[in-house]
């Protein structure tokens, strides 16, 4: 909704908003375009700004007074996904990220190399691409890159997101269990992606992780679309990788180039391979497009590297979900070798928030060291799902002590990974500065 936000100040529309507790970046972003935000949704402020439309996110839900007083006095309004596919979408060649993970930091990649040969892509994402330094633009541009979320689109409109935005090229990533607030199972989240696929035309593209098997049963409902696969053994994979994490592009056997880059992690490896086809679909051959990705920044709070204070790193990463959890550990210790991994989390989401994954939890933090879990905002105690770690485990419900704690257990070299999809109550931020204090102390 920020992206969309910033979208439409850009065409000249004045812009207001309201939501609760906004942290950076986009609370930054916002500030920095002079769109004034309301704290908290009450109706009155209806009045004070009185739009000629409300764009409704789907974290707007009935109860809320401002929703009720919209829908009371009849009002305008449409979902955010409807307003950019009729007021930016339209006559696009749109390429589309969808994915249980990796669709920030894929379609980032992806807006990034369009970029670097000069296609000049507007686009919208779920994070800010350190290329670009923004979430999201439009352009004069035929192309237009989005970050196609699964999740629902309004209260009014319980399709996915994506349905609205109408691909001529479309990413699927993965596609594994999450949402658990409005998907039932699996099985309804692979129709969804179904839907999306059926809006994708004949001589369009879809790029689709050949190991994925909830994605091969939604494509076998019916796929009307040439498909291109990336994976071990697939069309696209990853040849040889070398020890500074650069890695080889395989396209049908034959070697396309070396992508040399900061980024750790086969996810991220296999996010560029879908990044390439999708380019190369635009235009972009892919030897041009390896040379962008050695010159892509990644993004805000994906693995993003908060401050070293001590010989300790402290990192900031989305990850919200036990295979998110997983992979970014096993990402850091290909890096990081036999340094000690500090996983920081809070189950935050509204899928974690339900218990729905507890029994993958502890498989997910096996390749850290040490686990610190803040349960102050869950409805669950997640001791027993933990309990497998043993004393590598320590679960607090404040947060001010366990930043305490953990900066007491830390040590010189340890690689400190804290992951949540909220402002972790600038946990990065807290521990820094306790580290920082405590070196003062001892100089």
């Known amino acids: 909704m920020g992206g969309l936000a910033k979208i439409a100040a850009e065409r000249g529309h004045v812009v207001t908003g309201c939501d609760a507790?906004?942290?950076?970046?986009?609370?930054?972003?916002?500030?920095?375009?002079?769109?004034?935000?309301h704290e908290g949704y009450d109706a009155a402020q209806l009045e004070r700004y009185k739009a000629d439309l409300f764009v409704v996110g789907n974290a707007m839900t009935r109860g809320k007074p401002v929703v009720e007083a919209i829908l009371d006095r009849g009002l305008?309004?449409?979902?955010?996904?409807?307003?950019?596919?009729?007021?930016?979408?339209?006559?696009?060649w749109v390429l589309a990220v969808a994915g249980t993970h990796g669709k920030s930091t894929t379609s980032s990649m992806l807006a990034w190399i369009l970029e670097d040969n000069g296609l000049d892509p507007g686009f919208l994402i779920g994070g800010i691409a350190r290329n670009f330094g923004i979430s999201a633009r439009a352009t004069a541009s035929r192309f237009f890159v989005i970050e196609a979320d699964e999740y629902d689109t309004a209260f009014f409109d319980k399709r996915s997101k994506f349905v609205w935005y109408r691909p001529r090229t479309a990413a699927l990533l993965n596609l594994e269990y999450d949402h658990a607030d409005i998907f039932p199972d699996v099985a309804a989240i692979e129709t969804q992606f179904h839907h999306l696929v059926r809006t994708v035309p004949s001589q369009g593209l879809l790029v689709v992780n050949g190991h994925a098997s909830a994605l091969k049963r939604a494509l076998?409902?019916?796929?009307?679309?040439?498909?291109?696969?990336?994976?071990?053994?697939?069309?696209?994979?990853?040849?040889?990788?070398?020890?500074?994490?650069?890695?080889?592009?395989?396209?049908?056997?034959?070697?396309q180039g070396t992508v040399c880059w900061g980024l750790m992690g086969e996810h991220n490896r296999e996010n560029a391979l879908a990044a390439l086809a999708c380019a190369r679909h635009a235009g972009v051959p892919v030897a041009k497009g390896i040379e962008s990705l050695g010159r892509f920044e990644g993004v805000k709070r994906r693995m993003e590297l908060r401050g070293i204070v001590g010989g300790i790193h402290v990192y900031d990463d989305f990850a919200h979900h036990p295979t998110a959890f997983e992979t970014t550990i096993d990402g850091l210790r290909r890096r990081v070798g036999k340094a000690r991994i500090v996983a920081v989390f809070e189950p935050r989401s509204n899928t974690m928030k339900q218990g729905t994954m507890q029994d993958r939890l502890a498989r997910s933090f096996g390749?850290?060291?040490?686990?610190?879990?803040?349960?102050?905002?869950?409805?669950?105690?997640?001791?027993?799902?933990?309990?497998?770690?043993?004393?590598?485990?320590?679960?607090?419900?404040?947060l001010d002590p366990m930043i305490e704690k953990l900066a007491r257990a830390l040590r010189p070299g340890d690689h400190v990974l804290?992951?949540?999809?909220?402002?972790?109550?600038?946990?990065?931020g807290k521990l820094l500065d306790r580290l920082t204090m405590a070196e003062r102390a001892s100089a």
Request: aromatic share 10%.
């Open 220 to 255: 076998a409902r019916g796929v009307w679309t040439p498909v291109e696969r990336f994976g071990p053994g697939e069309p696209w994979c990853v040849g040889p990788i070398h020890a500074d994490d650069s890695f080889e592009v395989m396209v049908d056997g034959a070697r």
């Open 418 to 428: 804290a992951m949540s999809n909220g402002g972790f109550g600038n946990l990065h």
């Open 76 to 92: 305008r309004y449409a979902s955010g996904p409807q307003w950019l596919a009729e007021n930016v979408l339209m006559d696009k």
């Open 21 to 37: 507790q906004v942290y950076p970046p986009m609370s930054e972003q916002l500030r920095s375009l002079g769109i004034e935000l």
């Open 367 to 398: 390749g850290a060291d040490l686990v610190y879990c803040y349960a102050g905002e869950i409805g669950w105690d997640p001791a027993h799902a933990l309990a497998p770690l043993g004393s590598r485990v320590s679960i607090h419900e404040d």
